[in-house]
T-cell receptor
């Protein structure tokens, strides 16, 4: 079984500041990890994914995440926040033998 | 491809009524997933299909919920009878495999049971 914990249901940053959204996972087998973004009244869109290749993964819209096995973490970062980044972000894990298990989500607020 | 298509986008129904949610996955995808999103419980996997066959329905909350996939291009999620606590956004997603690659999500159906 696997699980995901996202620290902070709400994160607020100033426009231009660093974005850091935290995700810790639990998995009994090597995991596949994902970050999805959800804009209001929309479905989920994939930002990036880790599938056991490079530990630093680059995604769309300038986001990246680093897989750290020793810390069981997969934190999402972006060097400079933009107003359009305001959305709900979900971390997800799968062992590859079942569907995705999602975290509770982090609402990212961008202050002008 | 138009992506995963769900209908209706919004559904308001009275308690006790039957509700049917529909999903058309992306052509060629072998896996189809139904998720439910609520404020309290977040995103929960209800059931998923592989090649039209239900593989894991352990997330289906009660016998009132049922899902079918009669062919590769269509799936339904039915609630009968509906209850107010079923109010949520229901998402359908499809994937080329169980999770190694991207799961594409539909825009969801917002269900309100009054």
């Amino acid at each position: 079984a696997q699980s995901v914990t996202q620290l902070g249901s709400h994160v607020s940053v100033s426009e231009g500041a660093l974005v850091l959204l935290r995700c810790n996972y639990s998995s009994s087998v090597p995991p596949y990890l994902f970050w999805y973004v959800q804009y209001p009244n929309q479905g989920l869109q994939l930002l990036l994914k880790y599938t056991s290749a490079a530990t630093l993964v680059k995604g769309i819209n300038g986001f990246e995440a680093e897989f750290k096995k020793s810390e069981t973490s997969f934190h999402l970062t972006k060097p400079s926040a933009h107003m359009s980044d305001a959305a709900e972000y979900f971390c997800a894990v799968t062992s590859g033998a079942d569907g995705l298990t999602f975290g509770k989500g982090t609402h990212l607020i961008i202050q002008p | 491809d138009a992506g995963v298509i769900q209908s209706p986008r919004h559904e308001v129904t009275e308690m006790g009524q039957e509700v049917t949610l529909r999903c058309k996955p992306i052509s060629g995808h072998d896996y189809l997933f139904w998720y439910r999103q609520t404020m309290m419980r977040g995103l929960e996997l209800l059931i998923y299909f592989n090649n039209n066959v239900p593989i894991d329905d352990s997330g289906m909350p009660e016998d009132r919920f049922s899902a079918k996939m009669p062919n590769a291009s269509f799936s339904t999620l039915k609630i009968q009878p509906s209850e107010p606590r079923d109010s949520a956004v229901y998402f359908c997603a499809s994937s080329g495999d169980r999770g190694h690659t991207e799961a594409f999500f539909g825009q969801g159906t917002r269900l309100t049971v009054v």
